[in-house]
Protein backbone atom coordinates (compact mmCIF):
# COMPACT_ATOMS: atom_id res chain seq x y z
CA UNK A 1 0.00 0.00 0.00
CA UNK A 2 1.53 3.31 -0.85
CA UNK A 3 2.39 5.91 2.05
CA UNK A 4 0.20 8.81 0.89
CA UNK A 5 0.47 10.51 3.82
CA UNK A 6 3.88 10.72 3.22
CA UNK A 7 3.21 12.11 0.49
CA UNK A 8 0.27 14.53 1.57
CA UNK A 9 3.03 16.33 3.80
CA UNK A 10 5.42 17.01 0.82
CA UNK A 11 2.78 17.98 -0.90
CA UNK A 12 1.18 20.84 1.41
CA UNK A 13 3.21 22.43 4.05
CA UNK A 14 0.46 25.13 5.23
CA UNK A 15 2.07 28.18 2.89
CA UNK A 16 0.84 30.64 0.35
CA UNK A 17 -0.17 29.58 -2.81
CA UNK A 18 0.07 32.62 -5.37
CA UNK A 19 -2.72 32.17 -8.44
CA UNK A 20 -1.98 32.18 -11.83
CA UNK A 21 -2.80 35.73 -13.99
CA UNK A 22 -0.84 35.96 -17.59
CA UNK A 23 1.64 33.41 -16.93
CA UNK A 24 2.97 34.96 -13.36
CA UNK A 25 2.28 33.52 -10.00
CA UNK A 26 0.75 36.30 -7.68
CA UNK A 27 -1.19 37.29 -4.42
CA UNK A 28 -4.08 38.99 -4.82
CA UNK A 29 -4.20 43.05 -5.55
CA UNK A 30 -5.24 43.49 -2.58
CA UNK A 31 -3.32 41.11 -0.61
CA UNK A 32 -6.24 39.28 1.26
CA UNK A 33 -5.74 35.44 1.26
CA UNK A 34 -8.10 32.22 2.06
CA UNK A 35 -7.16 28.92 3.89
CA UNK A 36 -7.45 26.10 2.08
CA UNK A 37 -7.95 23.41 4.34
CA UNK A 38 -8.50 19.88 4.57
CA UNK A 39 -12.32 18.60 4.91
CA UNK A 40 -10.87 15.33 5.98
CA UNK A 41 -9.88 17.02 9.52
CA UNK A 42 -9.50 20.53 9.20
CA UNK A 43 -5.78 20.72 8.69
CA UNK A 44 -4.41 23.97 7.05
CA UNK A 45 -2.91 22.77 3.79
CA UNK A 46 -2.13 26.35 2.14
CA UNK A 47 -3.50 29.84 2.05
CA UNK A 48 -4.52 31.07 -1.42
CA UNK A 49 -5.04 34.63 -2.58
CA UNK A 50 -8.58 35.78 -2.17
CA UNK A 51 -9.02 37.43 -5.63
CA UNK A 52 -11.83 40.10 -6.18
CA UNK A 53 -12.94 42.40 -8.77
CA UNK A 54 -9.14 43.78 -9.99
CA UNK A 55 -7.63 40.75 -9.96
CA UNK A 56 -10.70 39.30 -12.47
CA UNK A 57 -9.77 42.25 -14.67
CA UNK A 58 -6.23 42.20 -14.97
CA UNK A 59 -6.96 38.08 -15.76
CA UNK A 60 -9.60 39.17 -18.60
CA UNK A 61 -7.08 41.21 -20.63
CA UNK A 62 -4.48 38.99 -20.10
CA UNK A 63 -6.42 36.47 -21.57
CA UNK A 64 -7.56 39.16 -24.44
CA UNK A 65 -4.36 39.88 -25.23
CA UNK A 66 -3.29 36.23 -25.73
CA UNK A 67 -6.35 35.57 -27.34
CA UNK A 68 -5.51 38.56 -29.91
CA UNK A 69 -1.74 38.03 -30.05
CA UNK A 70 0.44 34.84 -29.89
CA UNK A 71 -2.50 32.05 -29.22
CA UNK A 72 -4.07 33.49 -32.73
CA UNK A 73 -1.25 32.14 -34.58
CA UNK A 74 -0.88 28.72 -33.19
CA UNK A 75 -2.08 26.57 -35.83
CA UNK A 76 -4.70 23.65 -35.13
CA UNK A 77 -2.02 21.32 -35.12
CA UNK A 78 0.10 23.42 -32.54
CA UNK A 79 -3.11 23.33 -29.92
CA UNK A 80 -3.72 19.59 -30.41
CA UNK A 81 0.46 19.16 -30.05
CA UNK A 82 0.09 21.41 -26.67
CA UNK A 83 -3.14 19.68 -25.56
CA UNK A 84 -1.42 16.32 -25.87
CA UNK A 85 1.95 17.35 -24.18
CA UNK A 86 -0.33 18.35 -21.26
CA UNK A 87 -2.13 14.88 -21.13
CA UNK A 88 1.24 13.60 -20.62
CA UNK A 89 2.60 16.02 -17.95
CA UNK A 90 -0.81 15.14 -16.13
CA UNK A 91 -0.02 11.49 -16.52
CA UNK A 92 3.87 11.81 -15.14
CA UNK A 93 1.80 13.80 -12.05
CA UNK A 94 -1.16 11.44 -11.90
CA UNK A 95 -1.00 10.21 -8.08
CA UNK A 96 0.00 14.02 -7.19
CA UNK A 97 -2.84 15.57 -8.82
CA UNK A 98 -5.02 12.96 -7.37
CA UNK A 99 -3.77 13.13 -3.87
CA UNK A 100 -4.56 17.35 -4.22
CA UNK A 101 -7.83 16.56 -4.80
CA UNK A 102 -8.52 13.96 -2.12
CA UNK A 103 -6.63 16.53 0.51
CA UNK A 104 -8.36 19.40 -0.94
CA UNK A 105 -11.86 18.28 -1.23
CA UNK A 106 -12.23 14.67 0.69
CA UNK A 107 -13.21 12.41 -2.76
CA UNK A 108 -11.48 9.18 -1.39
CA UNK A 109 -8.24 8.22 -3.24
CA UNK A 110 -9.37 5.26 -4.81
CA UNK A 111 -12.26 7.12 -6.47
CA UNK A 112 -9.92 9.86 -7.71
CA UNK A 113 -7.56 7.68 -8.92
CA UNK A 114 -9.66 5.47 -11.14
CA UNK A 115 -12.45 8.12 -11.93
CA UNK A 116 -10.67 10.96 -13.02
CA UNK A 117 -8.50 9.73 -14.95
CA UNK A 118 -10.91 10.01 -18.09
CA UNK A 119 -9.64 14.05 -18.21
CA UNK A 120 -6.88 12.30 -19.67
CA UNK A 121 -9.41 11.35 -22.25
CA UNK A 122 -10.64 14.84 -22.44
CA UNK A 123 -7.30 16.06 -23.51
CA UNK A 124 -6.52 13.49 -25.74
CA UNK A 125 -10.07 13.58 -27.02
CA UNK A 126 -9.61 17.66 -27.56
CA UNK A 127 -7.03 17.20 -28.77
CA UNK A 128 -8.32 15.28 -31.90
CA UNK A 129 -11.11 17.65 -32.46
CA UNK A 130 -8.82 20.87 -32.66
CA UNK A 131 -7.73 19.88 -36.23
CA UNK A 132 -11.36 18.86 -37.36
CA UNK A 133 -13.11 22.21 -36.79
CA UNK A 134 -14.39 23.77 -40.32
CA UNK A 135 -16.91 25.66 -41.80
CA UNK A 136 -18.80 24.48 -45.64
CA UNK A 137 -18.94 25.97 -48.78
CA UNK A 138 -23.16 26.50 -48.98
CA UNK A 139 -24.89 26.65 -52.59
CA UNK A 140 -27.53 29.54 -52.52
CA UNK A 141 -30.51 30.99 -54.07
CA UNK A 142 -28.16 34.03 -55.57
CA UNK A 143 -27.73 33.47 -59.58
CA UNK A 144 -24.32 34.23 -60.90
CA UNK A 145 -20.74 33.38 -59.12
CA UNK A 146 -21.33 34.31 -55.74
CA UNK A 147 -20.27 31.32 -53.37
CA UNK A 148 -20.65 31.72 -49.44
CA UNK A 149 -19.33 29.91 -47.20
CA UNK A 150 -18.40 29.71 -43.53
CA UNK A 151 -15.83 29.15 -41.13
CA UNK A 152 -15.83 28.46 -37.54
CA UNK A 153 -14.37 30.69 -34.92
CA UNK A 154 -13.19 30.88 -31.26
CA UNK A 155 -15.98 32.97 -29.20
CA UNK A 156 -12.87 34.93 -27.67
CA UNK A 157 -12.62 35.18 -23.88
CA UNK A 158 -13.98 32.21 -21.96
CA UNK A 159 -14.82 32.98 -17.99
CA UNK A 160 -15.03 29.43 -16.19
CA UNK A 161 -16.88 29.06 -13.11
CA UNK A 162 -16.60 25.62 -11.53
CA UNK A 163 -17.99 24.16 -8.14
CA UNK A 164 -15.79 22.35 -5.52
CA UNK A 165 -16.63 18.55 -6.31
CA UNK A 166 -14.72 17.42 -8.76
CA UNK A 167 -11.83 20.00 -9.19
CA UNK A 168 -9.86 17.84 -11.76
CA UNK A 169 -12.52 16.62 -14.06
CA UNK A 170 -14.86 20.28 -13.82
CA UNK A 171 -11.71 22.06 -15.01
CA UNK A 172 -10.45 19.90 -17.61
CA UNK A 173 -13.64 19.53 -19.31
CA UNK A 174 -13.97 23.45 -19.49
CA UNK A 175 -10.04 24.33 -20.96
CA UNK A 176 -9.93 21.10 -22.69
CA UNK A 177 -12.25 22.13 -25.36
CA UNK A 178 -11.80 25.90 -25.14
CA UNK A 179 -8.28 25.61 -26.23
CA UNK A 180 -8.92 23.03 -28.90
CA UNK A 181 -11.11 25.58 -30.43
CA UNK A 182 -8.61 28.47 -30.14
CA UNK A 183 -10.45 30.63 -26.61
CA UNK A 184 -8.78 31.77 -24.07
CA UNK A 185 -9.82 31.42 -20.05
CA UNK A 186 -10.04 32.78 -17.18
CA UNK A 187 -11.23 30.43 -14.35
CA UNK A 188 -12.26 31.11 -11.04
CA UNK A 189 -12.46 27.57 -8.86
CA UNK A 190 -14.28 27.06 -5.56
CA UNK A 191 -13.42 28.78 -2.48
CA UNK A 192 -13.97 25.37 -1.17
CA UNK A 193 -11.37 24.15 -3.27
CA UNK A 194 -8.51 25.94 -5.15
CA UNK A 195 -5.52 24.10 -4.73
CA UNK A 196 -5.70 21.25 -7.19
CA UNK A 197 -6.97 23.98 -10.03
CA UNK A 198 -3.70 25.84 -8.93
CA UNK A 199 -1.73 22.34 -9.52
CA UNK A 200 -3.45 22.21 -13.02
CA UNK A 201 -2.39 25.57 -14.31
CA UNK A 202 1.47 24.76 -12.92
CA UNK A 203 1.53 21.52 -15.17
CA UNK A 204 0.00 23.53 -18.07
CA UNK A 205 2.67 25.84 -17.70
CA UNK A 206 5.34 23.16 -18.03
CA UNK A 207 3.55 22.19 -20.57
CA UNK A 208 4.48 25.11 -22.54
CA UNK A 209 1.23 26.98 -22.33
CA UNK A 210 1.69 30.46 -23.57
CA UNK A 211 0.90 33.37 -21.01
CA UNK A 212 -2.68 34.38 -20.57
CA UNK A 213 -3.61 31.18 -22.49
CA UNK A 214 -5.40 30.00 -19.24
CA UNK A 215 -5.38 32.40 -15.87
CA UNK A 216 -6.64 30.85 -12.65
CA UNK A 217 -8.28 33.62 -9.88
CA UNK A 218 -9.19 32.09 -6.62
CA UNK A 219 -11.49 33.65 -4.66
CA UNK A 220 -15.09 34.22 -3.39
CA UNK A 221 -17.92 33.30 -5.56
CA UNK A 222 -20.19 37.34 -4.24
CA UNK A 223 -16.97 38.62 -5.17
CA UNK A 224 -14.16 37.58 -7.46
CA UNK A 225 -16.81 35.03 -9.55
CA UNK A 226 -19.61 37.71 -9.67
CA UNK A 227 -17.28 40.16 -11.59
CA UNK A 228 -16.29 37.13 -14.13
CA UNK A 229 -19.93 36.82 -14.85
CA UNK A 230 -20.80 40.61 -15.59
CA UNK A 231 -17.18 41.69 -16.95
CA UNK A 232 -17.66 43.19 -20.59
CA UNK A 233 -14.90 42.37 -22.06
CA UNK A 234 -15.73 38.86 -21.41
CA UNK A 235 -17.02 36.89 -24.40
CA UNK A 236 -18.71 33.22 -22.69
CA UNK A 237 -19.67 32.29 -19.35
CA UNK A 238 -19.38 28.18 -18.78
CA UNK A 239 -20.63 27.75 -15.46
CA UNK A 240 -21.58 24.43 -13.39
CA UNK A 241 -22.51 24.70 -9.76
CA UNK A 242 -26.44 25.46 -8.07
CA UNK A 243 -29.37 26.35 -9.70
CA UNK A 244 -29.09 29.39 -7.66
CA UNK A 245 -26.15 30.41 -8.59
CA UNK A 246 -26.75 29.24 -12.50
CA UNK A 247 -30.18 32.36 -12.23
CA UNK A 248 -27.65 34.88 -11.15
CA UNK A 249 -25.08 34.49 -13.51
CA UNK A 250 -27.25 34.47 -16.42
CA UNK A 251 -28.73 37.66 -15.02
CA UNK A 252 -25.19 39.11 -14.49
CA UNK A 253 -24.25 38.27 -18.06
CA UNK A 254 -27.81 39.41 -19.76
CA UNK A 255 -25.42 43.19 -19.14
CA UNK A 256 -23.59 42.86 -21.99
CA UNK A 257 -25.32 39.56 -23.69
CA UNK A 258 -22.37 37.34 -23.70
CA UNK A 259 -23.42 34.05 -23.82
CA UNK A 260 -23.89 31.07 -20.90
CA UNK A 261 -23.95 27.68 -20.46
CA UNK A 262 -25.08 26.15 -17.75
CA UNK A 263 -24.51 22.73 -15.72
CA UNK A 264 -26.79 23.21 -12.50
CA UNK A 265 -28.53 21.08 -9.80
CA UNK A 266 -30.52 17.61 -9.88
CA UNK A 267 -32.72 16.00 -8.25
CA UNK A 268 -32.09 12.45 -10.74
CA UNK A 269 -34.47 9.59 -10.43
CA UNK A 270 -33.77 6.08 -10.93
CA UNK A 271 -36.40 3.60 -11.42
CA UNK A 272 -35.78 0.14 -10.64
CA UNK A 273 -38.29 -2.14 -12.00
CA UNK A 274 -39.74 -5.94 -11.56
CA UNK A 275 -37.73 -7.52 -14.07
CA UNK A 276 -34.49 -5.66 -12.80
CA UNK A 277 -31.46 -8.28 -11.85
CA UNK A 278 -31.52 -6.89 -8.39
CA UNK A 279 -28.17 -8.66 -7.71
CA UNK A 280 -26.60 -5.95 -10.12
CA UNK A 281 -28.87 -3.23 -9.94
CA UNK A 282 -28.08 -3.00 -5.78
CA UNK A 283 -24.70 -1.67 -5.97
CA UNK A 284 -25.07 0.36 -8.77
CA UNK A 285 -28.47 2.10 -7.46
CA UNK A 286 -26.97 2.59 -4.21
CA UNK A 287 -23.23 3.96 -5.37
CA UNK A 288 -25.85 6.36 -7.94
CA UNK A 289 -25.84 8.31 -4.68
CA UNK A 290 -23.21 7.68 -2.38
CA UNK A 291 -20.33 7.98 -4.61
CA UNK A 292 -18.53 10.87 -3.36
CA UNK A 293 -20.23 10.88 -0.30
CA UNK A 294 -23.19 11.86 -2.20
CA UNK A 295 -21.83 15.13 -3.69
CA UNK A 296 -22.46 14.44 -7.49
CA UNK A 297 -24.55 16.58 -9.36
CA UNK A 298 -26.23 13.47 -11.08
CA UNK A 299 -26.95 12.00 -7.50
CA UNK A 300 -29.69 9.23 -8.34
CA UNK A 301 -31.57 10.37 -5.09
CA UNK A 302 -35.16 9.33 -5.42
CA UNK A 303 -35.00 5.42 -5.72
CA UNK A 304 -38.50 4.41 -7.26
CA UNK A 305 -38.24 0.76 -6.95
CA UNK A 306 -41.69 -1.51 -8.39
CA UNK A 307 -43.77 -2.52 -5.20
CA UNK A 308 -43.45 -6.05 -6.18
CA UNK A 309 -39.63 -5.67 -5.31
CA UNK A 310 -39.81 -2.75 -3.02
CA UNK A 311 -39.23 -3.98 0.17
CA UNK A 312 -36.32 -6.80 -0.84
CA UNK A 313 -34.78 -3.96 -3.18
CA UNK A 314 -34.38 -1.15 -0.20
CA UNK A 315 -33.81 -3.36 2.61
CA UNK A 316 -30.62 -4.41 0.07
CA UNK A 317 -29.44 -1.07 -0.96
CA UNK A 318 -29.64 -0.20 2.80
CA UNK A 319 -27.30 -3.40 4.07
CA UNK A 320 -25.12 -2.52 1.04
CA UNK A 321 -24.72 1.54 2.50
CA UNK A 322 -24.71 -0.11 6.03
CA UNK A 323 -21.25 -2.11 4.87
CA UNK A 324 -19.70 0.86 3.33
CA UNK A 325 -16.31 2.09 5.21
CA UNK A 326 -16.45 5.42 6.02
CA UNK A 327 -12.84 7.59 6.77
CA UNK A 328 -10.16 10.20 5.44
CA UNK A 329 -9.94 9.92 1.78
CA UNK A 330 -6.66 8.98 2.31
CA UNK A 331 -6.86 5.73 3.60
CA UNK A 332 -7.41 3.41 0.63
CA UNK A 333 -10.36 1.65 2.00
CA UNK A 334 -12.30 4.55 2.34
CA UNK A 335 -15.85 4.46 0.58
CA UNK A 336 -17.64 7.71 2.17
CA UNK A 337 -15.22 10.32 2.59
CA UNK A 338 -15.81 13.92 4.53
CA UNK A 339 -18.44 16.43 3.67
CA UNK A 340 -16.95 19.37 2.37
CA UNK A 341 -17.52 21.97 5.04
CA UNK A 342 -19.41 22.24 8.65
CA UNK A 343 -22.30 24.55 6.27
CA UNK A 344 -22.78 21.68 3.75
CA UNK A 345 -22.46 19.04 6.27
CA UNK A 346 -25.02 20.64 8.58
CA UNK A 347 -26.88 21.27 5.45
CA UNK A 348 -27.37 17.61 4.73
CA UNK A 349 -27.74 17.03 8.33
CA UNK A 350 -31.09 19.00 8.65
CA UNK A 351 -32.94 16.61 5.71
CA UNK A 352 -31.76 14.04 7.82
CA UNK A 353 -33.81 15.05 10.68
CA UNK A 354 -36.93 16.02 8.06
CA UNK A 355 -37.02 12.59 6.57
CA UNK A 356 -38.36 11.02 10.02
CA UNK A 357 -40.26 14.43 10.70
CA UNK A 358 -42.32 14.26 7.73
CA UNK A 359 -42.82 10.61 8.17
CA UNK A 360 -40.20 8.61 6.09
CA UNK A 361 -38.67 5.56 7.64
CA UNK A 362 -34.77 4.98 8.03
CA UNK A 363 -33.19 1.94 6.84
CA UNK A 364 -30.10 2.55 7.46
CA UNK A 365 -28.01 5.60 8.54
CA UNK A 366 -29.89 8.75 9.21
CA UNK A 367 -27.13 10.74 11.74
CA UNK A 368 -23.40 12.24 11.32
CA UNK A 369 -20.53 10.00 11.56
CA UNK A 370 -18.58 10.31 14.56
CA UNK A 371 -15.36 8.57 15.55
CA UNK A 372 -11.89 9.51 16.53
CA UNK A 373 -10.30 8.79 12.95
CA UNK A 374 -13.19 11.03 12.08
CA UNK A 375 -12.23 14.36 14.23
CA UNK A 376 -12.50 17.54 12.45
CA UNK A 377 -14.23 16.92 9.86
CA UNK A 378 -17.47 15.93 8.99
CA UNK A 379 -19.03 12.88 7.91
CA UNK A 380 -22.57 11.83 7.43
CA UNK A 381 -23.30 8.01 7.29
CA UNK A 382 -24.98 6.59 4.51
CA UNK A 383 -28.73 7.14 4.48
CA UNK A 384 -31.38 4.94 2.98
CA UNK A 385 -34.91 6.53 3.74
CA UNK A 386 -38.15 4.37 2.72
CA UNK A 387 -41.80 5.00 3.06
CA UNK A 388 -41.27 8.72 1.53
CA UNK A 389 -44.00 10.35 -0.65
CA UNK A 390 -43.08 12.76 -3.58
CA UNK A 391 -44.21 15.38 -1.65
CA UNK A 392 -41.54 15.44 1.46
CA UNK A 393 -38.30 17.47 0.89
CA UNK A 394 -36.37 14.77 1.01
CA UNK A 395 -37.71 13.77 -2.47
CA UNK A 396 -38.11 17.13 -3.84
CA UNK A 397 -34.67 18.85 -2.96
CA UNK A 398 -31.50 18.46 -3.86
CA UNK A 399 -29.58 17.18 -0.67
CA UNK A 400 -25.48 16.93 -2.29
CA UNK A 401 -25.03 14.04 0.52
CA UNK A 402 -25.26 10.26 0.75
CA UNK A 403 -29.19 10.21 1.23
CA UNK A 404 -31.36 8.26 -0.88
CA UNK A 405 -35.02 8.35 -0.48
CA UNK A 406 -37.15 5.34 -1.79
CA UNK A 407 -40.70 5.46 -2.93
CA UNK A 408 -42.52 2.68 -4.21
CA UNK A 409 -44.46 2.85 -7.91
CA UNK A 410 -47.52 0.42 -9.39
CA UNK A 411 -46.94 1.16 -13.21
CA UNK A 412 -44.50 2.22 -15.90
CA UNK A 413 -46.80 5.63 -16.84
CA UNK A 414 -47.52 6.21 -12.91
CA UNK A 415 -43.38 5.91 -12.88
CA UNK A 416 -42.62 7.86 -15.63
CA UNK A 417 -44.74 10.91 -14.80
CA UNK A 418 -44.19 11.16 -11.11
CA UNK A 419 -39.89 11.27 -12.03
CA UNK A 420 -40.49 14.03 -14.34
CA UNK A 421 -42.54 15.81 -11.62
CA UNK A 422 -39.25 17.75 -10.74
CA UNK A 423 -37.98 21.18 -11.57
CA UNK A 424 -34.47 19.11 -12.34
CA UNK A 425 -33.74 17.51 -15.67
CA UNK A 426 -30.20 16.39 -15.57
CA UNK A 427 -29.76 12.83 -15.28
CA UNK A 428 -32.02 9.23 -14.78
CA UNK A 429 -31.18 5.60 -14.57
CA UNK A 430 -33.49 2.53 -15.25
CA UNK A 431 -33.16 -1.22 -14.42
CA UNK A 432 -34.91 -3.23 -16.07
CA UNK A 433 -34.15 -6.72 -17.99
CA UNK A 434 -36.89 -6.13 -20.66
CA UNK A 435 -35.38 -4.07 -23.68
CA UNK A 436 -39.20 -2.70 -24.48
CA UNK A 437 -39.57 -1.01 -20.90
CA UNK A 438 -36.06 0.30 -21.00
CA UNK A 439 -36.63 1.80 -24.45
CA UNK A 440 -39.77 3.57 -23.50
CA UNK A 441 -38.44 4.58 -20.15
CA UNK A 442 -35.40 5.98 -21.64
CA UNK A 443 -37.31 8.08 -24.26
CA UNK A 444 -40.15 9.50 -21.89
CA UNK A 445 -37.26 10.77 -19.63
CA UNK A 446 -37.12 14.16 -19.28
CA UNK A 447 -33.31 14.45 -18.79
CA UNK A 448 -29.95 15.12 -20.56
CA UNK A 449 -28.75 11.61 -19.55
CA UNK A 450 -30.46 8.30 -19.57
CA UNK A 451 -28.49 5.17 -17.77
CA UNK A 452 -29.68 1.82 -18.48
CA UNK A 453 -28.76 -1.14 -16.61
CA UNK A 454 -25.76 1.13 -15.24
CA UNK A 455 -25.46 4.86 -13.78
CA UNK A 456 -22.40 7.25 -13.88
CA UNK A 457 -20.86 6.42 -17.18
CA UNK A 458 -19.60 10.18 -18.22
CA UNK A 459 -16.84 10.17 -21.23
CA UNK A 460 -15.00 12.62 -23.38
CA UNK A 461 -16.99 11.40 -26.26
CA UNK A 462 -20.32 11.55 -25.07
CA UNK A 463 -22.09 14.99 -24.13
CA UNK A 464 -23.48 16.14 -21.10
CA UNK A 465 -25.72 18.16 -19.53
CA UNK A 466 -29.15 19.53 -18.16
CA UNK A 467 -32.81 19.70 -19.56
CA UNK A 468 -35.19 22.04 -17.16
CA UNK A 469 -33.27 23.71 -14.42
CA UNK A 470 -30.17 21.63 -14.30
CA UNK A 471 -29.40 24.11 -17.42
CA UNK A 472 -28.44 24.51 -20.78
CA UNK A 473 -25.29 23.71 -22.96
CA UNK A 474 -23.78 20.70 -23.06
CA UNK A 475 -20.03 19.42 -22.38
CA UNK A 476 -18.50 16.47 -23.52
CA UNK A 477 -18.39 15.35 -27.54
CA UNK A 478 -18.30 17.68 -30.40
CA UNK A 479 -21.42 19.43 -28.95
CA UNK A 480 -19.04 21.31 -26.50
CA UNK A 481 -16.84 22.79 -29.08
CA UNK A 482 -20.40 24.39 -30.28
CA UNK A 483 -20.56 26.27 -26.79
CA UNK A 484 -17.17 27.55 -27.76
CA UNK A 485 -17.65 28.69 -31.89
CA UNK A 486 -19.01 31.35 -33.56
CA UNK A 487 -20.05 30.71 -37.37
CA UNK A 488 -19.34 33.35 -39.43
CA UNK A 489 -20.53 33.35 -42.74
CA UNK A 490 -18.50 35.00 -45.66
CA UNK A 491 -20.36 35.63 -49.03
CA UNK A 492 -18.41 36.44 -52.37
CA UNK A 493 -18.97 38.06 -55.77
CA UNK A 494 -16.48 35.92 -58.11
P1 LIG B 1 -22.23 27.03 -5.95
O1 LIG B 1 -23.25 27.40 -6.95
O2 LIG B 1 -22.38 27.50 -4.57
O3 LIG B 1 -20.77 27.51 -6.41
C1 LIG B 1 -20.23 27.16 -7.66
C2 LIG B 1 -19.21 28.21 -8.08
O4 LIG B 1 -19.89 29.46 -8.29
C3 LIG B 1 -18.13 28.49 -7.05
O5 LIG B 1 -16.90 28.70 -7.71
C4 LIG B 1 -18.61 29.77 -6.39
O6 LIG B 1 -17.56 30.53 -5.86
C5 LIG B 1 -19.22 30.48 -7.58
N1 LIG B 1 -20.23 31.51 -7.23
C6 LIG B 1 -21.03 31.58 -6.13
N2 LIG B 1 -21.81 32.68 -6.19
C7 LIG B 1 -21.53 33.30 -7.36
C8 LIG B 1 -22.03 34.47 -8.01
N3 LIG B 1 -22.97 35.23 -7.47
N4 LIG B 1 -21.51 34.81 -9.22
C9 LIG B 1 -20.56 34.05 -9.80
N5 LIG B 1 -20.04 32.93 -9.23
C10 LIG B 1 -20.53 32.56 -8.02
O7 LIG B 1 -22.15 25.43 -6.02
P2 LIG B 1 -21.29 24.45 -5.09
O8 LIG B 1 -21.94 24.40 -3.76
O9 LIG B 1 -19.86 24.80 -5.22
O10 LIG B 1 -21.53 23.05 -5.85
C11 LIG B 1 -22.65 22.27 -5.64
C12 LIG B 1 -23.68 22.47 -6.73
O11 LIG B 1 -23.09 22.28 -8.02
C13 LIG B 1 -24.81 21.48 -6.66
O12 LIG B 1 -26.03 22.12 -6.87
C14 LIG B 1 -24.51 20.51 -7.80
O13 LIG B 1 -25.62 19.82 -8.29
C15 LIG B 1 -23.89 21.41 -8.80
N6 LIG B 1 -23.07 20.65 -9.75
C16 LIG B 1 -23.54 20.46 -11.01
C17 LIG B 1 -22.81 19.71 -11.92
C18 LIG B 1 -23.30 19.48 -13.33
O14 LIG B 1 -22.52 19.05 -14.18
N7 LIG B 1 -24.55 19.73 -13.63
C19 LIG B 1 -21.57 19.17 -11.54
C20 LIG B 1 -21.12 19.39 -10.25
C21 LIG B 1 -21.88 20.15 -9.35
Known sequence: MKDWNALASDLYDGSFRPMFINGKWCPAQSGAEMDARNPANGSLLATVPQGGEADIDAAVKAARAAFE???????????QALLLRIADKFEAEWERLCLSDTLDMGMPIQRTLANSRRVLGMLRFYAGQAVMIHGQTIPNSFPGEIYASTVREPVGVVGAIIPWNAPIAGSVWKIAPALATGCTVVLKPSEEASLTVLMIARLMQEAGLPDGVL??????????????????????????GSTATGQAIAR??????????????????????KDADIDKAVPVAAMSVFANSG??????????????????????????????????????????????SARQADRIAGFLSDGPAEGASVLTGGHRAEGAALKGGHYIQP???????????????????????????????????????TPYGLAAGVF??????????????????????????????????????????????????????????IWINA
Open 295 to 340: QICIAGSRLFVAREIHDEFTRRVAEFAAGLKIGQGIDEGTDIGPII
Open 215 to 240: NVVTGLGADAGAALAAHADVDKIVFT
Open 383 to 421: TVFSGVTDDMRIAREEIFGPVISALPFDDLDEVVTRAND
Open 252 to 273: AATGTLKRVSLELGGKSPVIVC
Open 69 to 79: GPWAKFTPFER
Open 432 to 489: STNLGTAHKLAHRLKAGSVWVNMYHAIDPAVPFGGVKMSGYGREGGTEHLEEYLDTKA
